[in-house]
Nanobody, 124 residues
Framework: QLQLVESGGGLVQPGGSLRLSCAASGFTLDYYAIGWFRQAPGKEREGVSCISSSGGSTVYADSVRGRFTISRDNAGNTVYLQMNSLKPEDTAVYYC?????????????????WGQGTQVTVSS
């Protein structure tokens, strides 16, 4: 059974940092592009960042560029999202998803497998 599991969310003050992890079970991430998405209350799910299967290509939403960094450890079957300089507007449930076609875009429709999400709350 293909499964993605996110972890690392929590409560952090504005300006703080968190590192999210996306671990795969039942399949290897080596052949998938991985994206991070988020959904705030009352809002649509939006793309945050994605990374190619090799890790050589990354994409960031304008709202997080320069603050967030996506990376992957294929040997560990895990993808990370380092989030720095967090703002209250970053508060959301964060999801990771796998794209076998490597479209390289933050389009929800391109991603076939999704995790259950991890809550990130930025508040003082």
């Amino acid at each position: 059974q293909l499964q993605l599991v996110e972890s690392g969310g929590g409560l952090v003050q504005p300006g703080g940092s968190l590192r999210l992890s996306c671990a795969a079970s039942g399949f290897t991430l080596d052949y998938y592009a991985i994206g991070w998405f988020r959904q705030a209350p009352g809002k649509e799910r939006e793309g945050v960042s994605c990374i190619s299967s090799s890790g050589g290509s990354t994409v960031y939403a304008d709202s997080v560029r320069g603050r967030f960094t996506i990376s992957r450890d294929n040997a560990g079957n895990t993808v990370y999202l380092q989030m720095n300089s967090l703002k209250p507007e970053d508060t959301a449930v964060y999801y990771c998803a796998a794209d076998p076609e490597e479209a390289g875009v933050l389009d929800l429709g391109e991603y076939d497998y999704w995790g259950q999400g991890t809550q990130v709350t930025v508040s003082s």
